[in-house]
């Protein structure tokens, strides 16, 4: 099973033909009410892959709760770890442009009051998964991630919203995911060279790290440094209508092939595709492709048997 400890918002989305720059006001279409987070986005993207997903996070006291619970109930997750903390859900304000490049401001609300014992005992064992975000209480994650490893489980970190990370903070982790942009962000911090490309930047950190480190890389794929092996998995060529969630369909699918059993080369090639298939269509949640779609897609990629 994968447990995923992390946020949980409400998107509220604008649509216009630019961004605005500091000062500007600039027209936008009617404003959209989506069910978004980090932390509930991967859980519908692991669900949707076929994995038992449980999300632990925390929502408000108000309307907003159910609408950001919807697609999440719709989709069997397991939500009985999910409290209600402080008086107003997460809300992630987002603008996106007529490039489907977006901007984004977050309200953390309850995500900020989430604990590390809100994942109860007894509740995570050999074989788990434990998939964790940066937009709660990264201490609370932290001793998260402590108590699954200890209790034999994976863990998994998605250095985003980018902050940065100091090497013991990485003890418990068995797998960094973040993109090319967040894999220079974090050689930087730690001291660290920065390669010609995401790939050569993936093996500085898992060599420093000596952890797994998996890098999207966008339209050309993914690529990982494992074991002192490199992998590299392709894209699946589409036109974006927005790429708000894409980051999240690939770290959540990955986490669900890999508790199914299949090597990470496999986990990435289906997580890449479903990345590209999410952008596709407006909005996160709404976006992430079932497990049918994503098998479907996956005769176009070239690389992929």
């Known amino acids: 099973m994968i447990t995923i400890f992390g946020s949980i918002n409400i998107d509220l989305v604008c649509r216009t033909a630019h961004l605005p720059r500091p000062g500007e006001t600039v027209p936008g279409s009617d404003y959209q009410l989506i069910a978004g987070g980090k932390g509930a986005n991967q859980a519908l993207a692991a669900r949707r892959a076929g ?34 903390r402080g008086p107003t859900t997460g809300m992630a304000i987002i603008t996106v442009d007529q490039h489907a490049e977006n901007t984004i401001v977050l309200s953390p609300g309850a995500n900020a009051r989430l604990v590390a014992s809100d ?37 998994m970190l998605s250095i985003a919203p980018f902050l940065p990370v100091e090497r013991a903070a990485l003890v418990d982790v068995d797998i960094i995911l973040v993109n090319e942009t967040e894999a220079g962000d974090l050689a930087r911090h730690l001291g660290l060279p920065v390669g010609p490309d995401g790939a050569a930047t993936v093996a500085t950190l898992a060599e420093a790290l000596q952890r797994t480190v998996i890098a999207t890389l966008g ?26 969630g894409a980051g999240d369909t690939f770290a959540g699918v990955t ?29 996160a949640q709404p976006s992430f492709p079932l497990r049918g779609a994503i098998d479907e897609a996956l005769a176009a990629v070239p690389s992929f048997p």
């Not at 209480?137 to 209790?151: C, H, V």
């Open 51 to 84: 994995a038992a997903v449980r999300l632990v996070g925390a929502v408000g006291a108000d309307d907003m709760a159910a609408i950001a619970l919807s697609e999440l109930n719709a989709a069997g997750t397991d939500l009985a770890s999910v409290v209600t």
């Open 119 to 155: 994942l109860g005992e007894g509740r995570l064992g050999e074989g788990d998964t434990l998939l964790l975000q940066m937009e709660v209480p990264f201490a609370e994650s932290l001793e998260a991630a402590r108590r699954a490893k200890a209790a034999g489980a994976r863990v």
């Open 219 to 244: 339209a050309d794929g993914a690529v990982a440094a494992h074991q002192g092996e490199t992998i590299r998995v392709a894209s699946l060529p589409v036109v974006p209508v927005d790429t708000t």
């Open 255 to 283: 986490a669900a092939l890999l508790d199914q059993g299949e090597p990470l080369s496999v986990a990435m090639q289906y997580a890449a595709v479903a990345g590209a298939l999410a952008c596709t269509r407006e909005g």
